[in-house]
């Protein structure tokens, strides 16, 4: 596991989310805190339907973790909630919420994938049981589940794909399996995303958030290569030696152009 991050049931407080993110990147502004932003939302009139307690899981223990552990995310999100498609959008939605929790993405890496490639169509709660049941075994909780929270939890990974699109289907029987497709501003997002944390451009390429998308790093260098003929990088390849020259300079940047 990355960084000794352990598995959480931080899902439990919501799962995609996309249409509460949506309202509360309108209501974000620059340097606000997750208080701030709750009160600014309890405020708004946007979520009647919702408990002031509710609210206040939804803002602290999904979007802030999501969207505002990042600088700029949360600013670079709210422009693009405009400009880009739905499907667009909702893709790096996907990306920052399996970020922040780990469970999730690894559960799309490990299982979702897998299943699809070797040919499944669907996905039970008993695939996602069998995971959660493995990694408490594994020591990838930082305490023993009991078999009430293994099921909680499975529930939440499976609606969790379901939100982002992935799974289709009743939550009462195997749900379809729905391929994501990365959309190039979101394979453009990302390369930019990974080059502005510092990584070098082998390690932008192997990094295991293209497998989110189904990607391993020979469809990663190609989807790089589209990337390329439309401008947002020059690529250069020698069999296995890769160098990228990056056209654009910031996030800010890369935001300007994405939101044309």
């Given at each position: 596991?990355?960084?000794?991050?352990?598995?959480?049931?931080q899902l439990q407080a919501g799962l995609g989310l996309i249409e509460e993110t949506r309202l509360l990147l309108e209501l974000y502004q620059s340097g606000m805190t997750t208080r701030e932003l709750f009160a600014k939302a309890?405020?708004?009139?946007?979520?009647?339907?919702?408990?002031?307690?509710?609210?206040?899981?939804?803002?602290?223990?999904?979007?802030?973790?999501?969207?505002?552990?990042?600088?700029?995310?949360?600013?670079?999100?709210?422009?693009?909630?405009g400009s880009l498609e739905r499907g667009e959008f909702d893709q790096l939605l996907f990306l920052h919420t399996a970020r922040a929790n780990l469970i999730l993405a690894d559960f799309v890496r490990e299982v979702f994938w897998p299943r699809?490639?070797?040919?499944?169509?669907?996905?039970?709660?008993?695939?996602?049981?069998?995971f959660a049941s493995h990694a408490v075994r594994e020591g990838k909780t930082q305490s023993h589940w009991a078999d009430s929270t293994i099921r909680r939890v499975s529930a939440?990974?499976?609606?969790?794909?379901?939100?982002?699109?992935?799974?289709?289907?009743?939550s009462r029987g195997p749900r379809t399996i729905q391929p994501l497709r990365v959309h190039a501003k979101t394979a453009a997002y990302l390369a930019y995303?990974?080059?502005?944390?510092g990584l070098g451009d082998n390690q932008v390429l192997a990094h295991p958030d293209w497998q989110l998308f189904g990607l391993e790093w020979t469809d990663v260098r190609d989807q790089f290569k589209r990337l390329a003929l439309q401008g947002f990088l020059i690529?250069?390849?020698?069999?296995?030696?890769?160098?990228?020259?990056?056209?654009?300079?910031t996030r800010e940047e890369?935001?300007?152009?994405l939101a044309r």
């Amino acid at each position: 596991m990355t960084e000794e991050r352990f598995y959480s049931t931080q899902l439990q407080a919501g799962l995609g989310l996309i249409e509460e993110t949506r309202l509360l990147l309108e209501l974000y502004q620059s340097g606000m805190t997750t208080r701030e932003l709750f009160a600014k939302a309890l405020e708004s009139g946007l979520f009647p339907r919702v408990s002031a307690r509710r609210l206040r899981n939804i803002v602290g223990e999904c979007f802030a973790p999501r969207y505002l552990r990042t600088p700029g995310v949360a600013l670079g999100l709210k422009r693009l909630a405009g400009s880009l498609e739905r499907g667009e959008f909702d893709q790096l939605l996907f990306l920052h919420t399996a970020r922040a929790n780990l469970i999730l993405a690894d559960f799309v890496r490990e299982v979702f994938w897998p299943r699809y490639s070797a040919g499944r169509d669907t996905l039970a709660r008993e695939d996602a049981m069998e995971f959660a049941s493995h990694a408490v075994r594994e020591g990838k909780t930082q305490s023993h589940w009991a078999d009430s929270t293994i099921r909680r939890v499975s529930a939440y990974l499976l609606g969790s794909c379901a939100d982002f699109g992935m799974l289709a289907g009743s939550s009462r029987g195997p749900r379809t399996i729905q391929p994501l497709r990365v959309h190039a501003k979101t394979a453009a997002y990302l390369a930019y995303d990974l080059h502005v944390q510092g990584l070098g451009d082998n390690q932008v390429l192997a990094h295991p958030d293209w497998q989110l998308f189904g990607l391993e790093w020979t469809d990663v260098r190609d989807q790089f290569k589209r990337l390329a003929l439309q401008g947002f990088l020059i690529l250069q390849t020698a069999g296995d030696v890769t160098h990228i020259s990056w056209t654009l300079k910031t996030r800010e940047e890369l935001i300007d152009v994405l939101a044309r």
